[in-house]
């Protein structure tokens, strides 16, 4: 048979893409990232790289939640749920691939929120996003002083994340559902800054 001679590669075989290949290229979110990304890890796991990426993709697994989100001075019962998500990911293990400077690819990380979990999977573009770099604080508990009447249970839910950016500081306010889920949260995102920041 001519049809089969012409072909060198059996089936099932995975071909993984070439050194110099960005996870960037990829269309899909979260199957395709992640066999490209374990393609490219293939080349410099041996590298502080290679440490460096498996703790990001770590953290920010651990960051993708659905919760409340609120804007400082419009703290209400009308929030809206949103799901939370680090996007740039793909440029930044691309990056660390091709052995850039850190703090350069590092700048690609986002923290971006969607009207849900359906939006992020369908590639819509998300509601609004913080770069990590700018972030200068993430703490948990509403501040008594802006939100007087909040109940303690839903304040201790809640974390604080302080930016400034070029059009100057900004604060975003995400309630989880509930104090420990918070406080993970908020530590993750503290190493995942801190990651990005040294």
Request: hydrophobic share 35%.
């Amino acid at each position: 048979n001519e049809m089969s001679q012409g072909s060198t590669t059996p089936e099932g075989v995975i071909c993984f893409p070439d050194e110099g290949s960005t996870a960037s290229e990829s269309e899909e979110v979260d199957e395709a990232t992640s066999k490209v990304a374990t393609a490219m890890l293939r080349h410099w796991r041996q590298s502080e790289s290679f440490t460096q990426a498996k703790l990001v993709q770590a953290l920010a697994g651990r960051l993708q939640i659905t919760a409340k989100k609120y804007e400082a001075g419009t703290f209400s019962a009308k929030a809206k749920e949103r799901f939370f998500v680090i996007i740039g990911q793909e440029a930044f293990l691309g990056g660390l691939n091709l052995q850039k400077d850190c703090r350069l690819v590092a700048s690609s990380l986002e923290l971006a929120w969607f009207k849900s979990k359906a939006a992020y999977t369908e590639h819509q573009a998300p509601a609004g996003s913080i770069p990590l770099h700018q972030v200068r604080d993430c703490s948990t508990g509403a501040p008594a002083s802006r939100h007087p009447n909040l109940e303690d249970s839903v304040r201790g839910q809640t974390v604080v994340v302080s930016s400034l950016g070029p059009s100057g500081p900004h604060q975003l306010e995400v309630v989880c559902e509930s104090k420990q889920m918070a406080e993970y949260w908020s530590r993750d995102l503290q190493d995942l800054v801190a990651m990005v920041r040294h």
